[in-house]
C-alpha cells in the first residue's frame, strides 16, 4: 500500500436542504396462533395492517433568522483554534439570501474541490440533465482496415468485461463497440485514437505531476477508460500517463488486433463512415457520482461540455472562462475568481467565499430553480460522499450530521466546505468556509466550525 498523500484532493443519516423529510412508519405486531387441540381457543383478532404516512414537511420559514451578533458570539471559540489557519467564510439565510455573518469573504482563496461547486452549477445551468457524451468508431474510406476510436469528452468509457461492474455507474463499454464493429462486417486491421475534440494543455498549471501516480488526475484527453484509472476496481488506483492511448488498445486488443500498433492522431481525420457508438450516463448521474466522490477528471470533462455548448475550446481556459461566464449571467459574483482549472486541484486557484456562497444560496433559495439539483448533491454530513466518515466523532459534529451537507475540499494547508444547514431552530443557512495554512487538525477544525451553525440558535 502506497503511504498516504496528504496533498491529495478530498474524493444514513437524514439530509436536510430546503425540505425536511420526516418519516414515520406504524409497525403491525405479529399473529401468533397456538397448535390446534380438541379444546377451542381464543384467537385474538387480527392487528391492522402495517400502514406507513411518509410526509414532506417544509420547513418552518416563520423560525427565527440567526443575528449578526448571535452567530459572531457562537463562532468566536471554533474560530480561535490556531489550526485554521487563515479562515475565511460567509453565512447566509437560504430563504431571504440575507447575509448574517462573514470574515474576509472577498479574499482569494486556495479553494481546493469546493471549486467543483462552480463547475456543478455552470453545469446545471447549461446543459440538459440527460445529456450524454457519444464516443464512436470511424471506417476509414480510403484506408480499407483502418478504424478511428473518436473521443466525444466521454472519460467514463469502461473496458470492463460484459456482466461486470464499471467503475462509474452506466458507464459505456469499449466492447459493445467491438460487438458493433464485428457486426457491420468490417475488417478491422488498425486502430487509430482521435482525441481533437480537446485542445491545449493535458495537463493545468499548479497540477504535479506525481498526482497521477497518486491517484488525483490523469492528463485531460477527450477519451479515457473509467477516468484514467490503471487498476478501475480500486479505490486508490494509480492513474494513466496516456489515458487515450490505453482506449484505443483496449478497443484493439477486443478486435483481435495488436496492441502496441495503435497510435494518436490529435488533429482529427476528415471524412469515415460511423460503424460504432456508445454514450455515457447522463449528466445528473456523472454529476452525482463526480459531486460525491470528488472526481477531478470527470470535473475537468464536465466543464468541457459547458465550454462546447458555449462554443468554446475544450480546453482549461475555454472550460473555466465558460464556468465563470455562466455564473456571472445569474448574477453571481465571481470578480474575486483567479482560476486555471474546473475542478480544484490546482494549487494556483483563487475563489472567494463570497462567491461560493451566491452559488449554493441560489440552488437553495428561490432566485434560480435550474441550479435546485446542485443541493441535492452535496455529499450528507456522516452519510454520504466525502462526508460519509466525518462528523461522528465528537457530540457537536454527531449533533450535525444529517443535518449538513456541504461540498468539500483539501489539498495541503487547505480545507473547504461550501453548503446547507439547518440549525436548531429550524432556520435553513447557507455557508462558505475556507481556510488557508491550516495546520495538522485542520479539517476536524473547520468541521468543528460548521457544526456550530447546527447547535446554536444565534438569535440573540
Excluded at 447575509?99 to 474541490?113: F, T
Excluded at 469515415?272 to 470527470?298: C, F, H, K, W, Y
Aim: charged residues 20%.
Amino acid at each position: 500500500m502506497r503511504p498516504t498523500r496528504w496533498r491529495r484532493s478530498t474524493h444514513v443519516a437524514v439530509g436536510v436542504a430546503v425540505l425536511a423529510l420526516v418519516v414515520a412508519v406504524v409497525a403491525a405486531a405479529a399473529l401468533f396462533t397456538g397448535k390446534h387441540s380438541d379444546a377451542a381457543e381464543a384467537v385474538p383478532p387480527a392487528p391492522p395492517p402495517a400502514t406507513a404516512d411518509p410526509g414532506v414537511v417544509p420547513v418552518d420559514l416563520s423560525a427565527p433568522t440567526p443575528t449578526r451578533r448571535g452567530l459572531a458570539t457562537a463562532l468566536a471559540a471554533a474560530l480561535a483554534n490556531p489550526d485554521l489557519g487563515l479562515i475565511t467564510g460567509r453565512i447566509t439565510d437560504a430563504d431571504t439570501g440575507a447575509e448574517l455573518w462573514e470574515q474576509g469573504a472577498r479574499v482569494p482563496m486556495q479553494p481546493a474541490s469546493v471549486n467543483k461547486v462552480l463547475t456543478t452549477a455552470a453545469a446545471l445551468l447549461t446543459l440538459d440533465r440527460d445529456a450524454r457524451l457519444t464516443t464512436t468508431v470511424v471506417a476509414a474510406d480510403d484506408q480499407p482496415g483502418l478504424v478511428v476510436l473518436r473521443g466525444g469528452g466521454d472519460t467514463t468509457l469502461s473496458a470492463a468485461p460484459k456482466g461486470t461492474d464499471t467503475w462509474y455507474k452506466g458507464a459505456a463499454r469499449i466492447s459493445d463497440l467491438a460487438d458493433q464493429i464485428r457486426a457491420s462486417g468490417v475488417r478491422v486491421t488498425r486502430v487509430r485514437v482521435d482525441t481533437s475534440a480537446y485542445s491545449g494543455p493535458t495537463m493545468a498549471p499548479g497540477w504535479d505531476p506525481a498526482d497521477i501516480d497518486g491517484g488525483d488526475i490523469a492528463p485531460m484527453e477527450s477519451v479515457m477508460l473509467d477516468g484514467g484509472r490503471t487498476q478501475p476496481t480500486t479505490v486508490e488506483s494509480r492513474r494513466s500517463k496516456s489515458p487515450a492511448l490505453d482506449a484505443g488498445k483496449a478497443l484493439a486488443a477486443a478486435l483481435g488486433v495488436e496492441p502496441e500498433s495503435v497510435t494518436l492522431m490529435p488533429s482529427g481525420m476528415r471524412g469515415g463512415t460511423t460503424i460504432a457508438e456508445v454514450q455515457s450516463a447522463p449528466l445528473i448521474e456523472r454529476l452525482r457520482q463526480m459531486m460525491n466522490e470528488s472526481d477531478n477528471v470527470m470535473a475537468e470533462s464536465i466543464a468541457r461540455e459547458v465550454a462546447e455548448a458555449l462554443g468554446r475550446p475544450q480546453s482549461f481556459d475555454g472550460a473555466v472562462g465558460a464556468v465563470l461566464t455562466q455564473l456571472r449571467s445569474v448574477g453571481i459574483d465571481t470578480s474575486g475568481a483567479k482560476l486555471v482549472d474546473s475542478s480544484g486541484l490546482s494549487v494556483d486557484n483563487r475563489l472567494t467565499a463570497l462567491t461560493l456562497d451566491e452559488v449554493v444560496n441560489a440552488a437553495a433559495g428561490h432566485t434560480q430553480p435550474a441550479l435546485r439539483p446542485l443541493v441535492d448533491l452535496l455529499p450528507i454530513a456522516g452519510g454520504s460522499g466525502t462526508l460519509s466518515n466525518r462528523y461522528l466523532d465528537t457530540d457537536a459534529g454527531r449533533a450535525a450530521a444529517g443535518w449538513l451537507r456541504a461540498k468539500t475540499g483539501s489539498l495541503t494547508g487547505t480545507n473547504a466546505l461550501a453548503g446547507i444547514v439547518t440549525d436548531r431552530s429550524g432556520r435553513v443557512l447557507t455557508f462558505a468556509l475556507i481556510s488557508n495554512n491550516a495546520g495538522p487538525t485542520g479539517r476536524t477544525a473547520i468541521d468543528a466550525l460548521a457544526s456550530v451553525l447546527r447547535s446554536c440558535g444565534c438569535g440573540a
